[in-house]
C-alpha cells in the first residue's frame, strides 16, 4: 500500500484518520448543536467560546487517531495485509465483535483501495488547495493595488478608536478602489481597508461604528482562528459536520465584534444603518475578515441586534443531527456486536444431506496482538514470537536467533505479518460465504422437516378415520375426508419433492463454489512458492558472489537497469547478471 510519496504506514494512519473524522465530526457538530440550543439568550461570546471548543476537540482527536495509527503501524500492527510469498501461519489478535460483520466488509475494502482513495482525497484537496491560493492572491491584489491613504483626521481618529477597543498597535487606513467592503487584510502587519468614498459617504458615528468593529477582530485576533479554520476546512473538506461548526463559528465570531463595537460606540442605530448599507455586498476573499462577512445574510445580524436575541437552530439542522445522532448510535451497535446469534438446530430432514464442513478456528481475538508467526522462502523456515505487536523471538530451520541479533530481522518479520493477516482476512471472507451457504441450507433443512411433520399429522388423521365404525354414514364421511387429505397430502408431498430439490440444487452449487475457492487456494500457493524459489537462487547467488552474507537479511530491488542492495547501487554488469538470473528462473518455473 506504499507510494513513491508517503510510506505505507502514513498511508494507513492518514485514510483511518480520515475515515474516522466522520463520526469524530459528527459528536463535535452534536455538541455544537447543543451549545446552539442552550445559549439562544446568552451572550455570543459565550456562544463563540463554545464552539470553539467542539472544533478544538475535533482536531484534538483526529490528530490523537492519527498519531495513534502511526505509532501502531510503526510496529506493524494494523498494517493492510498482503502476501508476498511462502507458506504462513499465524494466531494474531483482533479486536472482537468488529470482524464478521459489515463492518469487516467495509474496513478490508479502505484498507484494499487505501492508495486509491487516498490519491483521490489529495487531488481535491489539491484542488481546494489552488482555489484557496488563489482567494490569497485576491487579498494580495487588494493590498497592494488602487489604494489611497486616508485622510490624517481619520488617520488621527483611527487612533483614538484603537486605544478606546484596547487594540495596542495602529492600524493603517487605506481607502481601496478595488475593495467593496471595509475589511482587515493581512495577519502579521494588519492593514484596514474602506472602499473609495466610504468614509465621506456615510455619518461619522456610522463610520466609526463600522472602523470599530474591524479593530474588534484585531482584538479578538480573529484572523489566527480563520486561518487555522481554512486549514481545517481544507483538510476535511467532505466533511459536512466540520463545515458546519465552522459556518456557526463565523456567524458567531460577527456578532461577537457587532457587539463590541456597538458598545464602544454608543450608537446602534448608526451601525444598523451601515449593515443596511452593506447588505448588498459580497465577493470576499477567504482570508479576509470583512465587515460584511462572509456568506450570512446581514438582516439576521440586524435583528439580533434590535431583538437581543441569538438564532435557533433551524428545522433541517435539528432533522440532520438527530440522524447524525442516530447513525452513530447505529455504527456503534454494529461495532460493539460481538456475533451474530447462532440459528436454533431444526430437526432432521427425511433424506440424508451431506455435511457442511467445520469452519477452521477462529484466530485469537485477545487484543493483546501476540502470536508466533512461520514464514518460509522455499530454502528457509522462519518462526517469529510476537509480543504486544513487537518482535520478542526468531527461530531459523528450528534454531533460535540470539536476542541481540533480532533487529536484524524486523523487516522479514513485517512481511510475513502482512501477509499473515492478508491470508487470515481472505480467510475470514471465505468463511463468512460459507456461513452463509450453510444457513440457507439450514433454512432449507428445516422447511423440510416442517412439511414432513405436516405429512405425518395427515396420515396419522387418516389412519383414526379408517378406525371408526363402518356405517354407512360413517363410510361415506370417512371416504369424502380420506379423499379431501389425499388431495392435501398430494400437495404436501409435491411441496416436500420441490423443496428437496431446491436444496440438492443448493448443495451442488455449494460444492462448485467450494472446488473453485480450492483450486484458486492451491493456484495462489503454486505462485507464491515459485516467486520463493526466485527469490532464493537470486539469494544463494549472491552470497555465492560475495555480494551479502549468508544469514544476514538485505534489501534488494531493481530501479529500471539498476540493482540496489541495501540502498548501494550495484555495477551495471551485475544488475544485467541478475536481472538475466531472475528472467532464466521465472522462465524455468513457468512465471509469467
Not at 502476501?83 to 489478535?93: E, F, I, Q, R
Not at 481618529?157 to 492600524?171: S, T, Y
Not at 479576509?288 to 437552530?313: C, S, T, V, W, Y
Not at 356405517?471 to 428437496?500: N, P, W
Request: glycine share 6%; proline share 6%.
Amino acid at each position: 500500500m506504499s507510494t513513491p510519496f508517503f510510506p505505507e504506514a502514513f498511508v494507513h494512519a492518514l485514510l483511518w484518520t480520515l475515515v474516522h473524522s466522520l463520526w469524530i465530526g459528527t459528536l463535535a457538530a452534536l455538541v455544537a448543536g447543543a451549545i446552539v440550543a442552550a445559549t439562544r439568550r446568552r451572550s455570543p461570546a459565550l456562544r463563540y467560546n463554545g464552539l470553539l471548543l467542539a472544533g478544538t476537540l475535533f482536531l484534538a482527536a483526529t490528530a490523537g487517531s492519527f498519531f495513534y495509527y502511526i505509532s501502531r503501524d510503526s510496529n506493524g500492527a494494523g498494517l493492510p495485509l498482503r502476501l508476498p510469498s511462502g507458506t504462513v501461519a499465524v494466531a494474531t489478535s483482533e479486536a472482537p465483535g468488529f470482524y464478521g460483520s459489515w463492518t469487516s466488509v467495509a474496513a478490508a475494502f479502505i484498507d484494499r483501495h487505501a492508495v486509491l482513495l487516498v490519491g483521490l482525497w489529495t487531488l481535491l484537496l489539491a484542488a481546494r488547495a489552488l482555489r484557496l491560493a488563489g482567494s490569497y492572491y485576491s487579498l494580495r491584489v487588494l493590498r497592494t493595488r488602487a489604494l489611497r491613504p486616508a485622510g490624517s483626521a481619520w488617520q488621527e481618529r483611527l487612533r483614538e478608536l484603537c486605544a478606546r477597543i484596547g487594540v495596542r498597535h495602529p492600524v493603517p487606513l487605506f481607502e481601496s478602489g478595488l475593495a467593496r467592503v471595509p475589511m482587515i487584510v493581512g495577519c502579521l502587519k494588519p492593514v484596514l481597508l474602506v472602499p473609495a468614498g466610504f468614509l465621506s459617504g456615510l455619518p461619522p458615528e456610522s463610520v466609526e461604528a463600522v472602523l470599530l468593529h474591524e479593530l474588534a477582530h484585531l482584538r479578538r485576533r480573529d484572523h489566527l482562528v480563520n486561518a487555522v479554520q481554512l486549514a481545517t476546512e481544507l483538510l476535511f473538506f467532505f466533511n459536512p459536520a466540520v463545515l458546519w461548526i465552522s459556518k456557526l463559528l463565523r456567524t458567531e465570531r460577527e456578532h461577537c465584534c457587532d457587539d463590541l463595537a456597538v458598545r464602544h460606540s454608543g450608537n446602534t442605530r448608526g451601525y444598523i444603518n451601515a449593515l443596511v448599507a452593506f447588505q448588498e455586498h459580497g465577493g470576499i476573499p477567504a482570508g479576509a475578515l470583512a465587515f460584511a462577512g462572509r456568506e450570512m445574510p446581514l438582516l439576521d445580524r440586524i435583528k439580533r441586534l434590535i431583538h437581543q436575541k441569538n438564532k435557533p437552530l433551524n428545522n433541517m439542522e435539528k432533522t440532520v443531527l438527530l440522524a447524525g445522532l442516530l447513525a452513530i448510535g447505529m455504527a456503534a451497535s454494529a461495532f460493539y456486536q460481538q456475533q451474530p446469534p447462532t440459528p436454533p438446530k431444526p430437526p432432521a430432514a427425511p433424506a440424508p444431506v451431506a455435511a457442511t464442513p467445520p469452519p477452521p478456528p477462529a484466530p485469537d481475538t485477545t487484543g493483546r496482538g501476540s502470536g508466533e508467526i512461520q514464514y518460509s522462502d522455499g530454502s528457509k523456515t522462519y518462526r517469529f514470537r510476537m509480543e504486544d505487536n513487537r518482535l520478542a523471538g526468531v527461530s531459523v530451520n528450528g534454531v533460535a536467533v540470539p536476542q541481540d541479533k533480532i533487529a536484524g530481522y524486523e523487516e522479514l518479520f513485517r512481511t510475513a505479518l502482512k501477509g499473515s493477516r492478508k491470508a487470515q482476512a481472505e480467510a475470514r471472507v471465505h468463511q463468512e460465504k460459507a456461513d452463509r451457504m450453510h444457513a440457507e441450507a439450514e433454512a432449507h433443512h428445516h422447511k423440510a422437516a416442517e412439511l414432513q411433520e405436516r405429512v405425518q399429522e395427515l396420515n396419522a388423521a387418516t389412519e383414526a378415520l379408517e378406525e371408526q365404525p363402518k356405517t354407512m354414514e360413517v363410510e361415506r364421511l370417512t371416504q369424502a375426508r380420506h379423499a379431501k387429505h389425499s388431495d392435501s397430502l398430494a400437495r404436501e408431498q409435491v411441496a416436500i419433492s420441490r423443496a428437496h430439490e431446491k436444496m440438492t440444487a443448493e448443495h451442488a452449487r455449494m460444492a462448485k463454489e467450494h472446488q473453485r475457492l480450492s483450486r484458486e487456494h492451491e493456484a495462489l500457493a503454486r505462485a507464491h512458492e515459485k516467486e520463493a524459489q526466485v527469490h532464493a537462487a537470486v539469494h544463494r547467488e549472491l552470497v555465492k558472489d560475495g555480494l551479502i552474507k549468508e544469514n544476514n537479511p538485505v534489501s534488494i530491488s531493481f530501479d529500471g537497469d539498476s540493482l540496489v542492495i541495501d540502498g548501494v547501487k550495484q555495477p551495471a554488469e551485475v544488475a544485467r547478471k541478475y536481472r538475466k538470473l531472475v528472467a532464466d528462473e521465472k522462465a524455468r518455473l513457468g512465471i509469467r
